[in-house]
């Protein structure tokens, strides 16, 4: 525990609030939330889909744990039913918050040997009983940060880890706007690989407890709602309805348009790929490697307004 200092100059002026998942376990990266429920459980062996992040691997591969990978249908929902045995697991990831009738659908075919990865879905209620994790800088300008949720507790005595080095591209962004920090903010990312399980740092704990969950959930649905409303008709996607769904994090829209996610980045429409690491390990006629290739991850943000969405609109729009 930092002392706290009287007088001095000033830190950075942050509200002392609540952090939205308060009843969670705060620990440096999802990816060792996913770690710890692997240490505390014992599993042999976890299923895992083959449209998710290669960073996942890290913690089955740190604990010597078996895995299989599994395909999603066009909903972006397993295929088949797994029979597992008492030392395995189902990890399924909660595509952009979008899937959570299929998490509920999961809890009840899998029970506890379901584990939910919730790094894209930060709003989606944990069920009760089923490990779930969540990641703070997928939905905020954080460095690092995560929440897990597990009855089953590591009798460990964590560090506490420390995030001020790797702020500086969330303030150059600020200062120098979004390309001048995209580099630092690639070495931020790889650094957090093979990091050892610590508690959420002071840093993230306090900007984390300094949002307004609330606004930030209602600009994001109206971003999402107003993008679908438009954009629907010609998305390959099926998306479910707005009341259907707590908060996106982005609007997937498959497109034929080959051109598109270029043109977007040229017009500094910044969209990600998710994920590079499927066209490895999925063939080029399978499904995921489809989805990689083809779905732009609009930002529909707390940043940006109907106004912002406009423009994405105009740029699609553009042949």
Not at 36 to 41: A, M
Not at 159 to 172: K, Y
Not at 215 to 222: D, I, L, N, P
């Amino acid at each position: 525990m930092i002392d706290k200092a009287i007088g001095g100059y000033f830190g950075l002026e942050l509200w002392n609030g609540e952090h939205y998942h308060k009843d969670a376990i705060k620990l440096n990266t999802a990816r060792n939330c996913f770690e710890y429920i692997l240490r505390t459980r014992h599993y042999r062996k976890v299923y895992i889909p083959y449209y998710t992040c290669e960073v996942m691997l890290q913690p089955l591969q740190k604990c010597g744990i078996e895995w299989e990978f599994y395909h999603i249908d066009k909903c972006f929902e397993p295929v088949g039913h797994y029979h597992l045995k008492a030392d395995e697991a189902f990890l399924y990831t909660n595509y952009w918050g979008l899937k959570q009738k299929c998490v509920e659908r999961l809890a009840t075919e899998y029970d506890l040997h379901l584990i939910v990865d919730n790094a894209q879905a930060f709003y989606s209620p944990r069920i009760e009983g089923i490990d779930t994790f969540y990641s703070c800088r997928k939905f905020f300008g954080v460095a690092d940060g995560a929440y897990l949720y597990t009855d089953s507790l590591l009798n460990d005595e964590f560090e506490q880890d420390r995030s001020f080095t790797r702020m500086q591209h969330l303030l150059q962004r600020i200062d120098d706007g979004a390309s001048a920090g995209y580099a630092v903010f690639r070495a931020n990312d790889d650094a957090l690989t093979n990091q050892p399980i610590r508690k959420m740092s002071n840093l993230t704990d306090s900007l984390m407890s300094s949002i307004n969950y609330e606004v930030v959930k209602r600009q994001r649905r109206a971003n999402f709602e107003y993008l679908h409303k438009i954009l629907g008709s010609n998305n390959g996607l099926y998306i479910p309805e707005i009341d259907n769904i707590v908060c996106p994090m982005i609007y997937p829209y498959l497109t034929s348009d080959a051109g598109l996610k270029k043109r977007l980045i040229e017009n500094k429409i910044f969209v990600a790929t998710y994920w590079p690491n499927v066209f490895e390990s999925c063939e080029l006629e399978q499904l995921e490697y489809h989805f990689a290739d083809r779905i732009i991850a609009m930002p529909i943000d707390q940043r940006y307004g109907i106004e912002d969405m406009h423009r994405i609109v105009k740029i699609i729009n553009i042949k």
